[in-house]
């Protein structure tokens, strides 16, 4: 089984855990540690500026990733409120009425 990387940006500290390993705690402070998989290099804890070269990367690349899944949500909400206006204008027919019904649970379960 392969190992990954997990680092405390506060310590400047590597853990290595076996994959699978859901939350890693720093040895040092107890604060939780990031997850960096198996590829990503880790400067050595001497090397502060590349530590915050690679602690800049990572923050902006969850920005990223929360932005997109962010505007992912909308998008898929603007769709529903869509369809929903869609089917109602069509004839009701009992099957409609479960599709939009459907819709609407899905549209209450984006927490946007």
Same mark, same amino acid.
């Given at each position: 089984?392969?190992?990954?990387?997990?680092?405390?940006?506060?310590?400047?500290?590597?853990?290595?855990?076996?994959?699978?390993?859901?939350?890693?705690?720093?040895?040092?402070?107890?604060?939780?540690?990031?997850?960096?998989?198996?590829?990503?290099?880790?400067?050595?804890?001497?090397?502060?500026?590349?530590?915050?070269?690679?602690?800049?990367?990572?923050? %902006?690349?969850?920005?990223?990733?929360?932005?997109?899944? =962010?505007? +992912?949500?909308?998008? $898929? *909400?603007?769709?529903? /409120?869509?369809?929903? %206006?869609?089917?109602?204008?069509?004839?009701?027919?009992? =099957?409609? +009425?479960?599709?939009? $019904? *459907?819709?609407?649970? /899905?549209?209450?379960?984006?927490?946007?």
């Amino acid at each position: 089984m392969s190992r990954h990387t997990w680092v405390c940006f506060g310590c400047r500290e590597r853990v290595r855990r076996p994959g699978g390993t859901r939350m890693v705690a720093c040895a040092i402070c107890r604060e939780p540690c990031h997850f960096f998989g198996t590829k990503i290099e880790v400067p050595p804890k001497s090397k502060v500026k590349d530590w915050q070269k690679l602690r800049d990367w990572y923050f %902006a690349g969850m920005r990223a990733f929360y932005l997109r899944r =962010q505007v +992912r949500g909308v998008e $898929r *909400k603007h769709w529903l /409120e869509r369809e929903i %206006a869609k089917e109602q204008r069509l004839v009701q027919e009992k =099957q409609r +009425r479960v599709h939009i $019904r *459907k819709l609407e649970d /899905e549209l209450r379960g984006i927490a946007v």
